[in-house]
Nanobody, 124 residues
Framework: QVHLAESGGGLVQAGDSLRLSCEAS????????MGWFRQAPGKERDFVAG????????YYADSVKGRFTISRDNAKNTVHLLMYSLKPEDTAVYYC?????????????????WGQGTQVTVSS
């Protein structure tokens, strides 16, 4: 099974930026479609962004479109989530997920592997 490890979370002020990273090991990274999910306290886990195996197709939830960018660096087996103009409502634990498929999915149960999550807190 692929192992995923997120990093880059932290406490920032509204309007600031963060870059989350997720490093994969145990499987050829280029064979994986990747996604980012987030879960706020007391809320369900939501699909935030996805990127296809090739990197040629991406998805963003309406709530983050125009502010977040997902990318992948196959040489480093890493997917990134660049977050700009952060808002308090972006506060959540962010999870990286992987599936052995051409395309990402918005459904949690379509992913084979998950990271432990990284906390992002945005103060007003």
């Amino acid at each position: 099974q692929v192992h995923l490890a997120e990093s880059g979370g932290g406490l920032v002020q509204a309007g600031d930026s963060l870059r989350l990273s997720c490093e994969a090991s145990g499987r050829t990274f280029s064979s994986l479609a990747m996604g980012w999910f987030r879960q706020a306290p007391g809320k369900e886990r939501d699909f935030v962004a996805g990127i296809s195996r090739s990197g040629g197709n991406t998805y963003y939830a309406d709530s983050v479109k125009g502010r977040f960018t997902i990318s992948r660096d196959n040489a480093k087996n890493t997917v990134h989530l660049l977050m700009y103009s952060l808002k308090p409502e972006d506060t959540a634990v962010y999870y990286c997920a992987a599936r052995q498929s051409l395309m990402y999915s918005g459904y949690e149960n379509h992913y084979d592997s998950w990271g432990q999550g990284t906390q992002v807190t945005v103060s007003s």
